[in-house]
Every structure is written in C-alpha cells, then in structure tokens.
C-alpha cells in the first residue's frame, strides 16, 4: 500500500453497493483521538466518513498524503510529534473531496460517557458514572500523580488536559452513591485541587433559547444593520486597500468551540474545495442538517450566501483581508471538560480569538424575576469543579497566552451573568473574556439607527455589569438550497460571533492590541441602547456595564453615559485603525 493510499477491503462495502450509482458526497463526520491518550509521542487518531467507495482512497494532511488504515468502517492515522503539526486533514477519492477538519497535535483530549455510563442524578440531570477529571496541585507532577491516585483507588487515567495538570480518571463504580463517595475521598487528597464531575447527556448540547422570549423578528428583517455590519465591511475594504496609506493585515485564526457544519449547504460548498490565504477557510465537521447551532454560529463568520448583509463578515472582508482561518472544534461530546480541552488545543495550534456560545446556570439560579432558570442548568456539584477547571484555564491563558480573548455569550436565561452562583464562565472577571449579551430590533416608531431607541434588549438575554457588549441576537440559520432563506434563530449564541468576527478584524489591523486594549475600543466605539440609569438600574434593564465618562472622553454631559452598550461594527474599525496610526506614530 502506497504512503497515503487505502486500499478499501471490498467485502466491508457491501452495505454500500447502492451508493455507486448516486455517488454520495464524501465527508468526514467524526475525528478524534484514540488508543492510548496519554502518548504525546504516537499519536492516533480514528476518523468516520461517508461516500467512501471501493478503489484508492488519499487521506491529506496540511496538504501531503499521510498513510492510513482502515478500522472498522472508518479510517486510524498514526503520526509522531515533530514530524507532523497540527493541520486540516480530508479525504481525496475519484476527483472528490471530502470537508476539511482541524486535526491538532496539542495532546489534550477526554473521553465522553456512552448511554449506558449516564445516570439520572437527584436534580434530575445526566451525570457521568465512572468517568471524572481530577485537578492536580501545580507543585506535583500532574501525570505521575493522577497515575498513582489511579493505582490507589483501582482506577485507570484515560484523558488529559496536560497543559492544566488535569487528568480524568475511569473509577471503579458502578453507580452514583460509589462514585460520590470516591469523589469525596478524591478531594480530600493532598495533590488534589478539585474534581471535575461532568453533567451533560451523551450526545451533548448546545446554548438553547431560553423560557423568556419576545416574538422573533420577521425573516425578512435586517438585524445586523444595528450594528453596522455593511458598513464595516465596506470600511475594511476601502480603508485596508486605500491608494494612500494602506495597511498590511495579518491572517489571524479564531477558534469555535462547536460540534460540526452541514457542507451540503451552498452556505459552505467553497470550503469543500483548497482554500489557502489570503482565502478566509472553514475547518469543521460535516453536521446532517444546516438548522444545527454550529452551522449558524460559523454561518455568522463565513457563510457565503446572496445578497449583501447575509454573507458571513469575515467572508466580506476577503480581498482586502489576509485570509482568517475558523477552526470549529469540540475534541468530544464530554460537555464542559472536552470544551476546556477543545480551548487548550486551539490555544497551543495559534489561534488568537476563541468563540465560546456556550455557558451553564447553577441549579437553583433566578431569572430577573425570582423564578428558577429552567435552561442548560448543572448542580451545585458540577458548577464548583468547573468552576476550577475554567480557573485553571483562565491563570493558564493569562500566564502562557496572554494575547488570547475568549468572547463568550452572556445566555439566554433571563438572569444574572456576573456570580458563580448563577452562571459559568461569564462570571469570571478577567481582561481576556469577553461577555456578550443580545438585542434585537425594537418594533416602536422609526429612529434613526443610532438613536438607544433603536433596539431593545432581548427578553431571554442575561444581564448584569460583567457584560461588556451587546450584539444582534437573531440570524438567518443555513438551508439546503441556494437563494432559500432560512429560519430565524435568537440567542446570545448568535450575538458572540458577530463580536468575535470584529474583533478578528480589528486584530488583522492591528495585531499588537492587548485583550484589555480590544475591550476598551469596542467600548469607545460603542452605540448605546436603553434609558439613561444614572448607574442605578431599576428592574434588571440595563443589558451591559453602563457606559463611563472615559469610555466618552471624559464628557460627564455626554447623552451616552449610563446607558448599555450596543456594538458598532464600523466605528471598532476606525478606532483600530487609529491605534495602529498612533502606534505607528511613537
């Protein structure tokens, strides 16, 4: 068998004899690490595909054939470290070719539970049984110590976040009285920070609408035009490619923390076909269906649709743009501890901007009007080794990657983003992430668009002052046929990409910018929304941290102060613009 070239066995097609004559598309569906995963040297890796057909099949890596084997009905790859980097990989059969998706070398990954490891709990909630992650003291040896933990209490080390000194752990339990009494005697280990106990069903989840909703808005409604999204791509391309005094962009990587993308959708056809810089490209997993949460959220940032103001931004700012690359990835469906992990991978490969439309609720957390949030809620259990874990990648990105910005959606539960109490990881208050809440256009008498009348906060959208910025909360998801327009979808999910896109382009501008530096000029550059408060809102209106006088060159008059932030696209260019000019100045 020739380097890169599987020759397909075929007795193992015979339940594809059909597909000949149709020739399905070819597609990756799954990828992840596998056998053992505590090697950093050899590493494999089991791919699942479909539309694969008898004859030779090339699997490419970062653009070379790398040799692979069959496994079951998917594909293994063996690779060492040093001798191949982190790359998107696709399969080459027959003139076609398969989606592209980020494999990564950065070692961290966990193991997420099948239905028969899942329990109900007494909250009523799915938990891992025998699977947890421990949390080891920065002054042990992380991997020696989970080993003989492991070796004490019968268990066996099957993942790792390495990079975190967290190790996850296969108990010897069989249901939750053993587990929470091995968790118990876990904790209370002197190597031991904290235990992770993971809460979320098999197959996952995404950030969902919550119960306090207003109507959604037409589908023919232009929600991004409150945040000048038109105008900022035709800023970018005009100021970028300006005769006199151009400037020289940097291709920057953002990553999204999602399951996969449907490429059947002509939303993300291109992508099937080589994409290198100054191209923006899409490395994802193909998804079954186009309404998926993460074909939407990437659909924000690169969907390649008809008609201007629904193209994805990033997708608009191409010719003038050194390219962006997206890496859509989730490492497993291990809920919270495999996004930590997805995050830590996506760090190590270079990306610069991390998309998190995601977040959890404390059971027991009240909406803005003393009822319980009844959406995407976790035990108290659960949130306080997250919490650790979130800590732990937090003092991580600040101490080895301190230029990294997390943006993170604020949720939809109509409750309180600032307190570990109610919501993770929005709570936590670091210069590197972002917290994002959602509006949407208001249906009162015309304004102009930058009058604070404009929008009006989203009903489900959580608030509070840990919130930095407002975005439009409603976009039209993808659809399977060209010129159709899809369904509208509202969340703070959808909010966070818009502000993720921009500040990619603000950083392609100006790559020198701080995390700090970045929230600064979106403040600046901010409209507002809302009544003027005076800083004492009544009734949980305020969406965002009330606008300051320095965030209005000190003009205490000025009509802005007091009021919540509402993103302005065009004008965050500008402002990076300006930085770059004043830099360039010194």
Known sequence: MGMGTVRVIPWVLCGLAGLAQAQEPLRLEA????????DRQQQSFCLQAKGIEEGPLTVMLGGQPVAAQRDGQGLRLQLRQGAQASAPVWLEQAGRRSNPVWLSMAGSHVLAATPAEVAKNMDGLTTYVDLVSVIIEERFDGLGEARKLAEKYG????????PLNTYQLRLPVHNLVERDAMVLRLGSEVSVDAVVVEESSPEGESETEGRKEQPKPSPDSDEWAANRFADAVNFYQRRVLAKKAPIKTTPIRVGV????????SPDFARFLQPCQAPRSCLYARDAQQPTQHGSSVAGILLAERKGPGYSGFLRGLEGASQGFEVLLERNSDAGITANVAASVNLVEDGVRVLNWSWGLHRVGALNVEGDEVDSLVRSGLAMSGYEELLEEFFL?????????????????GASFSGTDEYRLPSSFVTDQLLVIGGHQRSDGPAVPLDDPAYVVKRASSNVDTRVDISASACTHASTLNAGEQGAVHCGTSYATPMVAGIVAAMLSINPTLSPAQVRMLLRRSAMTLGANYDFEPSDADDLTAPILPSERNFQIDNPDVGRSARLDMQKALDVSVQSLEQARGR
């Open 31 to 38: 990828l992840a690490r596998c056998g053992d995963l505590l």
């Open 257 to 264: 923390i999602e399951r996969d993308v449907d490429f059947d």
């Open 396 to 412: 991580w990105l600040r101490r080895e990657h301190p230029d990294v910005l997390v943006i993170n959606s604020a949720g939809n």
């Open 155 to 162: 268990a066996q080390v099957v993942g790792a976040i390495a």
